[in-house]
């Protein structure tokens, strides 16, 4: 009952932000005009809701107020919510992933990493193992699948080899595995949150002319991908390195373990709609990929022209092949349990908010560029990077960090068009630094607050503790490594 009153509660205050940024007078906010204060007022307010109450409700009341303000007819909101070429990408990008998950093709990919025979009487094999396992799951699946697949198994690895919830390495071991699938989170530029906000900066651009017009400004699936996947891989054996010679848990009972452990409950062989779903896996991670890497080649010229409606391609094949009296993607089972609603009403009313906040209209760029530029002024490119990265981590951890980096965008494009530096990097690093490091408090994501929840093997002091550290060495690679390698590669 207390939970649905503050529901209400967080509500009204939504509403009276929205409402209390219109009567802001005009000139408070430098170059800020009256439509602007009322979309800047819908944007607080979608923030704040978004952190308070549920994704669907809070995007819905986002988009509704959008069309009863004066920065467009209720049709010029629609489309740009529903009428979005990247709001219809992801659509079908959802039911493809949600079929994966309902055919239960992450079950086996997950049962044939864990079953090498090259982990048994190897610890360290076995972390290495568990954790690149789940980065690779996290980045080509989903984040949420190999901690619900591999978190289940690693308690029975516990039981069986006599570790107790007070030793130190089952307590390393389950928190490395959120912090492997929060790395992989960001990476694919194809769905969740990475392609959402790699969607948002595309669309903020038309707000830029300036930098619109630079070269090498578009941030393309391939070079994003191959930026942040090395990136991760390092940042994965980075935990693997600090679980080993920093924290050094007891290992010696993971010398015992065997496959059969692990295969006690064997999985059916696979059915013939399930391999014909894992040869579309390959196909589609193909076609979102490859094509912008050869975009002059004929056949892969034209794919990565309508990138954005391949995967429609793909579910409607999906759907038209039937095994066994059924199609491969069972469309209505997609859409009622395994489709991913909350992320797709986030991403309507990001880009139909995010594309009104730097309007012209609105006056909000010039404000931003009035604001902030005495204070980046003097900055170099890596200084800005650096202090963006930063408060990127720090408000990540007491925010949800896709909000964060909603934030942080304009901020960063109105830097880069009054100083003249390319943001792709910059936006790059942004997005997989603001999305991989929300893990030191229970706000930060869902995946932080999955650690937090897991009371039974895991002490809220110990998450803080350990999981700061990761963090903090996570940190030190980015600014190091990370930077001067993603700028040589953008």
Not at 447 to 454: R, S
Request: glycine share 8%.
């Amino acid at each position: 009952m207390k939970k649905d009153t503050m529901k209400y509660v967080h509500m009204v205050i939504g509403f009276i932000i929205m409402m209390a940024f219109r009567f802001i007078p005009v000139g408070v906010l430098p170059n800020v005009t009256d439509v602007g204060l009322q979309v800047l007022g819908i944007f607080v307010a979608t923030i704040y809701l978004w952190s308070t109450i549920d994704a669907v409700t809070s995007s819905l009341v986002s988009i509704i107020m959008l069309a009863f303000s004066a920065y467009g007819t209720v049709d010029q909101v629609i489309a740009a919510c529903f009428g979005n070429s990247v709001t219809v990408q992801v659509f079908f990008l959802m039911i493809f992933m949600g079929g994966l998950t309902n055919r239960r093709l992450t079950d086996y990919i997950g049962r044939w990493i864990l079953t090498r025979k090259v982990i048994e009487g190897r610890p360290w094999v076995f972390t290495i193992a568990i954790l690149t396992g789940t980065y690779v799951m996290s980045v080509f699946i989903g984040a949420f699948t190999p901690i619900l697949l591999f978190w289940p198994v690693l308690y029975g690895v516990f039981n069986d080899v006599g570790y107790t919830k007070e030793d130190k390495y089952p307590k390393l071991i389950l928190i490395a595995v959120v912090l492997a699938a929060l790395i992989g989170f960001p990476v694919p530029p194809y769905m969740s949150n990475g392609f959402a906000l790699l969607s948002n900066y595309r669309g903020l651009l038309e707000g830029f002319p300036a930098l619109a017009g630079m070269d090498g400004v578009m941030i393309s699936n391939a070079s994003y991908l191959l930026g942040c996947f090395t990136l991760g891989l390092l940042l994965v054996l980075a935990i693997i390195l600090v679980m080993k010679f920093v924290f050094k848990p007891d290992v010696q009972p993971l010398k015992n373990i065997k496959i059969e452990m692990l295969e006690r409950n064997p999985l059916p062989p696979m059915s013939r709609a399930q391999k014909i779903y894992g040869v579309f896996l390959v196909i589609f991670i193909f076609i979102m990929l490859v094509p912008s890497l050869l975009p002059t080649v004929p056949v892969f010229g034209f794919l990565n022209q309508n990138s954005i409606i391949m995967p429609g391609v793909l579910v409607v094949i999906l759907i038209f092949i039937h095994c066994d009296g059924e199609p491969v993607l069972k469309f209505e089972e997609v859409m009622g349990r395994d489709f991913a609603w909350p992320s797709y009403w986030i991403v309507a009313a990001a880009l139909a908010v995010g594309g009104a906040l730097t309007n012209q209209s609105t006056g909000i760029i010039g404000f931003l560029n009035a604001v902030l530029g005495p204070v980046f002024g003097g900055m170099s490119g890596t200084t800005f990077t650096i202090v963006v990265l930063a408060v990127a981590i720090v408000l990540t951890n007491v925010c949800n960090s896709f909000v964060i980096g909603l934030i942080l965008q304009p901020v960063v494009l109105s830097y880069c068009a009054t100083a003249g530096v390319n943001p792709a990097p910059i936006i790059t690093l942004l997005i997989f630094t603001v999305l991989l490091t929300a893990a030191c408090t229970p706000a930060a994501s869902p995946f932080a607050a999955m650690l937090f929840g897991n009371k039974n093997w895991l002490p809220n002091g110990d998450v803080y503790k350990y999981s700061l550290v990761f963090v903090l060495v996570e940190t030190v690679i980015i600014l190091v490594v990370g930077i001067p390698f993603i700028s040589l590669l953008m």
